[in-house]
């Protein structure tokens, strides 16, 4: 199958977008674990109960490239494709097994406060096989993508992640997006919304989030990545 002559072709700039945020939370939340003092059930709950939003975004981002995307560029890539996204499927189960990993201390973790040092680590590995992954993919399958998917089939991967996402939950998962998020891209980004959301969003989200970071981090604006580092910020620790 090939794409018709003059259909759109996907702007991959909102995973460029995406990434940022995925990238920042996700370096941030081992520090995050530790600076819990054990037996503090209290604060494991907020810091835990962020993690479980953060990787249900996660595992809704890669699902929807295991369904949607990777059989789109099997399917029309040729040879560039078939020698890269193998690869590809193979760092999403590594990432799937640490996700899981990490679910599965956090429910005791959540309750008890103890273990907290078992969770970290197991979050930097976490953290370790996506930043490897994503850099990978903006390198190798971005450029592919821009060449082999058109814009509507590329809306597709955005619409499973929205459908997956609990309503409740979505101006925060916006508002996370939006703290270090390109303008002109979270622009095009919401002209696609409805009416409503495209005037109320873009002040919404923001506020939602800095109210989270605030519980979570202990300040409204906590370490960006936008510079290529995180630094360790208030409420996070270094270690």
Known sequence: MTTQ???SMADVRDMYTAHVMLRREFRLLPGLVRGVPPGDIKRAKIVATHAEKICLVLHLHHEGEDLVLWPLLLERGGEQTSAIVPTMEE??????????????????????ARGGELLAASCETLSARLQEHMAMEE?????????????????????????????????????????EGDPLVLKEILSK???????????????????????VYGTPTPPRVGDGHIEPGPGLTSA
């Open 5 to 7: 002559a003059g259909e």
């Open 139 to 179: 390198e190798r399958i971005l450029p592919l993508v821009e060449e082999h998917v058109t814009a509507a089939e590329w809306a597709q991967l955005g619409e499973h992640g929205l459908n997956g996402t609990p309503k409740q939950d979505l101006p925060l998962v916006l508002g996370m997006v939006m703290y």
């Open 91 to 112: 760092q999403h189960h590594g990432i799937e097994t640490a996700l899981r990993d990490v679910t599965e201390l956090l429910a005791a973790w959540k309750e008890s």
């Open 193 to 215: 919304a409805p009416l409503a959301a495209r005037l109320v969003m873009p002040f919404v989200g923001p506020r939602v989030y800095a109210r989270h970071a605030r519980r």
